[in-house]
């Protein structure tokens, strides 16, 4: 592993665990030319998947845009970080156990989606506008509208 801070193509792997849910390996390292420390992370990877985005664009898969959305619509809410990394590493198993190589974006928000539901009902929202695209307050107002008939329909 190349030094991120010198450039030295060979360090050392001072302590490695696994993170909490067992999705990867942490690997604290040291540089010996430097003497810096630093953090990877290792994870395993299924198969290779790509994003299809609208009008059939394609781009590589990446997770951490995933955990980024959402940490991003749980800004400043009350939800665990390591929740939101167990619940990311959730949907990119589930999109790697597919057997799809090609995903469409649409599915992938979807899924963000859903997790957010059951995660944090303002980080849900928050997302929905950015995801559905909201362009005025009445677009908040017929989707919180739907969140409310729900809630009944499911307590009846």
């Known amino acids: 592993m190349r030094c991120p801070f010198c450039g030295n193509e060979d360090t ?3 302590n490695s665990r696994p993170t909490e849910d067992n999705a990867a390996i942490r690997r604290r390292r040291q540089c010996p030319n430097c003497g810096a420390r630093f953090t990877t992370f290792e994870r395993v990877q299924l198969r290779e998947l790509t994003v299809v985005k609208s009008k059939s664009r394609k781009e590589p898969f990446d997770r951490e845009k995933i955990l980024r959305s959402m940490l991003i619509a749980l800004q400043k809410r009350p939800v665990d970080r390591d929740r939101v990394e167990r619940v990311a590493n959730g949907i990119v198993r589930r999109l790697e156990s597919s057997g799809e190589s090609e995903i469409p974006s ?5 899924m963000v989606m ?3 539901a059951t995660l944090d009902p303002v980080g849900y929202v928050r997302f929905a506008s950015v995801y559905r695209n909201f362009r005025e307050v009445g677009d908040f107002g017929d989707f919180i509208g739907k969140l409310g008939a729900e809630a009944e329909d499911q307590a009846h």
């Open 106 to 110: 649409k599915l992938i928000g979807e």
């Open 12 to 14: 050392q792997v001072k």
């Open 114 to 116: 859903d997790a957010l």
